[in-house]
């Protein structure tokens, strides 16, 4: 975007006009300039490092909110009188306001919850997409992007600029039983409800082990107990019965191997299972393993469309348009959705994941005033480091009002890692 010629031109306008504020949901200021006595302005974030990769920065280039909305910014609607006063008097306009569709307090409880380890945090709502909350870290401040610039750069270990939100890949682990649960259900439509595997804590299949977590013998498990317990041996059982070309088709109706339908940049997930994949890659994949990979983004849409009723509505993160008296120029919604499972299905993931926190490994998001439905992971991503937690959640089960993804890298189990972040966010929201 910096090169951009479009945005080049678009700089001009700020010989006329003040760029206008970022706010959250409720009128917060994330971003905002100060015009000093002289003149001269400089662009102010004042929650610092919080929102960093979603509203972005535009002094060291345009990244985030302020890259994707750089037009709004530096378009003022006000009133024709008020403007032509001001030219008269050499005064620039205020640019118009982005109200975005973060909160502030959901934003906050994210981004102290995961403390100083990297990974991201992502809360929608379900049922219109809306983007809640975004955090990834490393992070860096923008208001001295300009001078911390190179330094950053430098730190390739790091890569702070990435929002690993929508743009960092992790292997899924177990919460991608969810996907491959769905897909023997289709499969099996009939005889799914009789599958039952028993348990001894290593399944060994020819040459390979699969380990259980910890090596625990979870005895005999239906599908559901299989999701409850994330069974590792059960999935890789499964994984062996599942045709590859059907699963493949499901993954790309659920956006893995797509282009994001989501504005800010994005990765693209990856699930790639060919006809002669190989019986270890296949019993790897069935359990979140393999070659599969998926943005923290992609995995709170997934969970969305499950609480939605299987209708996955494309997320948003701006609002609307207001100019600098806070009248509406315009508004937004989310661009589309996707059916990407039947209502039936959804249902039935749901109580797999309420079976989750009332009997499994997501007891941590347990609550006397609501409940939650969720599902863990812990995945691999090297050999001898520690396991990505990852925790992706929704609530309340029988009205979702936010779904939830978060990762946490080389923090191991994602139960009792990510989950309390979960639940400070889901008590937070839901006493409101
Ligand atoms: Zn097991």
């Not at 923008?142 to 702070?160: G, V």
């Not at 099996?188 to 090596?215: H, K, M, N």
């Not at 499901?250 to 191997?257: I, K, R, S, V």
Request: charged share 20%.
């Amino acid at each position: 975007m910096i090169n951009n010629s479009y945005n080049a031109r678009l700089d001009r306008f700020s010989d006329r006009v003040v760029r206008g504020e970022i706010l959250s949901g409720s009128g917060d200021i994330l971003a905002m300039t100060n015009v000093a006595q002289d003149g001269s302005e400089s662009r102010y974030y004042p929650y610092g490092s919080m929102f960093a990769h979603t509203v972005g920065y535009s002094t060291r280039g345009k990244t985030g909110i302020e890259s994707l909305a750089n037009f709004y910014l530096l378009t003022s609607h006000m009133n024709p009188l008020e403007q032509v006063y001001n030219q008269l008097r050499d005064k620039k306009n205020p640019g118009d306001n982005v109200v975005t569709t973060l909160d502030l307090e959901l934003q906050k409880i994210a981004y102290e919850g995961m403390g100083d380890r990297n990974g991201a945090v992502v809360v929608m709502e379900p049922a219109t997409g809306r983007i809640l909350a975004m955090v990834s870290k490393p992070d860096y401040n923008p208001n001295t992007i300009k001078e911390d610039y190179d330094s950053i750069i430098e730190d390739t270990d790091n890569s702070s600029l990435v929002n690993r939100a929508s743009q960092g890949l992790y292997p899924p682990g177990s919460i991608f039983k969810l996907v491959t649960a769905l897909e023997f259900i289709r499969e099996y439509p009939d005889s799914w409800q009789d599958f039952t595997y028993t348990c001894p804590g290593v399944l060994a299949v020819e040459d390979y082990s699969i380990r259980c977590s910890g090596g625990t013998a979870h005895g005999t498990v239906d599908l559901k107990k299989a999701v409850e317990k994330s069974c590792n041996g059960a999935f890789a059982t499964i994984g062996l019965m599942l045709n590859n070309e059907s699963f493949t088709h499901l993954c790309d109706t659920l956006l893995f191997n797509q282009k994001m339908p989501f504005a800010l940049a994005s990765g693209r997930s990856r699930f790639n299972l060919t006809a002669d994949a190989d019986k270890w890659e296949v019993l790897q994949t069935a359990f979140g393993q393999g070659n599969t990979q998926i943005t923290p983004l992609h995995a709170a849409m997934i969970v969305a469309a499950i609480a939605n009723g299987g209708e996955m509505k494309e997320p948003y993160i701006i609002e609307r348009i207001e100019n600098a008296n806070g009248q509406k120029v315009q508004s937004f919604a989310s661009e589309g959705s996707h059916r990407v499972m039947t209502g039936d299905e959804a249902a039935l993931l749901k109580d797999f994941m309420v079976g989750v926190v009332s009997e499994g490994t997501g007891k941590s998001v347990k609550s006397k005033d609501y409940q939650a439905a969720a599902k863990t992971g812990s995945a691999q991503f090297e050999s001898g480091k520690e396991t990505h937690a990852w925790f992706v959640a929704f609530a309340p089960a029988d009205d979702p009002k936010l779904a939830i993804s978060i990762v946490l890298e080389e923090t191991g189990a994602g139960g009792t890692n990510a989950g309390p972040i979960a639940k400070k966010i889901f008590d937070a929201y839901l006493s409101r």
